[in-house]
């Protein structure tokens, strides 16, 4: 593959302007420039934004998977982008090599699908649900994962046009695992590279008022859309059993099982089942999908 051309996407919903800012002013400073970058107002309107860069702005909150399928469609329509640079608008590229690192990556792989950052808050602690890989507290262990992480990761666009994009209906809440797992089963690989760093800062997932109950419902919608039938039931059952083990609060638990019954009557989307492949692959990373 020829060195490919970076479109970097950023979602933001207006209310990080110091941190927006701090973000791109990083951007422009790696030693290999973006080819484009486009910054999305998930329904709200855009602050001034420096020269190069584009703005769109959304009437409505689309959600991270919609307003991310914003972005890449506009990248896509300018016909110069070749691979796809996610970054949390709260996020800090302190090393002004990332995107030099990341297209050498891409240029010596061409079934490179997916490269998943490291993220670390201003302390340099990775938090344990941002290592992906199961059994594995070290975030600097490289290699092949089973999922990413959504704050900072690259795309293959032609990868994205082969499985499509972002699972638009998911909103927010395990994107990036639907979009991963299509990717191993169409023969992809999804890569952990803790040498590309994106700074971030310390955050529970449960901050969100709607966690439990969005993260129930989409656990329900991977594997009614994505798992060989038999596979099913185990996988949610771990999930459930985790669940009870893992909640310490009665209104936690309440709507995490209402999330589940969302799942269960919606139907979240086509099912594809996964190639068994692709189900012995994913065991020989160490993470089966049935947890």
């Not at 941190?19 to 973006?34: F, G, I, M, N």
């Not at 699908?113 to 302390?123: C, K, M, T």
């Not at 941002?130 to 032609?158: C, I, N, Q, W, Y």
């Not at 993260?215 to 594997?223: D, G, I, N, S």
């Amino acid at each position: 593959m020829s060195r490919p051309r970076l479109g970097i996407a950023v979602l933001t919903m207006g209310n990080r302007p110091v941190e927006l800012k701090a973000l791109l002013e990083s951007v422009a400073w790696q030693t290999l420039s973006a080819t484009r970058i486009v910054v999305v107002g998930n329904g709200s309107p855009l602050p001034e934004l420096p020269a190069g860069v584009d703005g769109v702005e959304l009437e409505e909150n689309l959600g991270v998977s919609g307003g991310r399928n914003v972005a890449v469609e506009h990248l896509r329509a300018c016909g110069d982008v070749d691979v796809v640079v996610d970054l949390d608008d709260d996020g800090l590229l302190v090393d002004t090599g990332v995107f030099a690192k990341l297209a050498s990556m891409y240029e010596a792989d061409e079934q490179l699908g997916i490269v998943s950052f490291r993220i670390a808050d201003e302390r340099g602690r990775t938090q344990r649900r941002h290592v992906p890989r199961l059994r594995s507290k070290d975030p600097m262990r490289a290699g092949e994962v089973t999922t990413f992480l959504g704050g900072g990761h690259g795309l293959s666009m032609r990868m994205l046009e082969r499985i499509g994009s972002w699972p638009e209906n998911f909103f927010f809440a395990h994107e990036e695992t639907d979009l991963a797992w299509r990717a191993l089963d169409d023969g992809w690989r999804v890569v952990y590279e803790p040498s590309l760093l994106l700074q971030h800062p310390w955050t529970s997932p449960a901050r969100h008022a709607v966690y439990y109950r969005m993260t129930a419902r989409k656990r329900v919608w991977l594997a009614k859309r994505h798992l060989p039938a038999p596979l099913v039931p185990a996988y949610l059952g771990v999930w459930a059993l985790l669940r009870v083990v893992r909640t310490r609060s009665w209104d936690g638990w309440r709507a995490w099982a209402g999330g589940f019954a969302e799942g269960v009557r919606e139907p979240g989307g086509p099912r594809r089942p996964m190639r068994w492949a692709t189900v012995a692959r994913m065991t020989r990373l160490g993470r089966p999908p049935v947890i």
